[in-house]
Nanobody, 116 residues
Framework: QVQLEESGGGLVQAGDSLRLSCAASGRTFRNYAMGWFRQAPGKERVFVAAISGSGLATQYADSVQGRFTISRDNAKNTVYLQMNSLKPEDTAVYYC?????????WGKGTLVTVSS
């Protein structure tokens, strides 16, 4: 079992930056690929970014490419999402995800609100 806890959300203005953190506990963190997803009001949860267990491989949704950066610190069991040049359309609940083979874990989410 893996427990995930997101933090760092809040209310910001368009153009601002924010860094989300996701702290993991329970299993060997480096064995899990980690991802960030988001769910805007009234919409489905969608992929934002992912990072391999080693941190060497990353992937981004087209909508955040060049503005968001995912990273991880395996010594701290934490994955981060640095969000720059935020837009109102980035407003959503952001969820952390951990995946390994048939294991799939989610955090409870952190709300990011971007005002115009």
């Amino acid at each position: 079992q893996v427990q995930l806890e997101e933090s760092g959300g809040g209310l910001v203005q368009a153009g601002d930056s924010l860094r989300l953190s996701c702290a993991a506990s329970g299993r060997t963190f480096r064995n899990y690929a980690m991802g960030w997803f988001r769910q805007a009001p009234g919409k489905e949860r969608v992929f934002v970014a992912a990072i391999s267990g080693s941190g060497l491989a990353t992937q981004y949704a087209d909508s955040v490419q060049g503005r968001f950066t995912i990273s991880r610190d395996n010594a701290k069991n934490t994955v981060y999402l640095q969000m720059n040049s935020l837009k109102p359309e980035d407003t959503a609940v952001y969820y952390c995800n951990a995946v390994q083979l048939d294991e799939d874990y989610w955090g409870k989410g952190t709300l990011v609100t971007v005002s115009s």
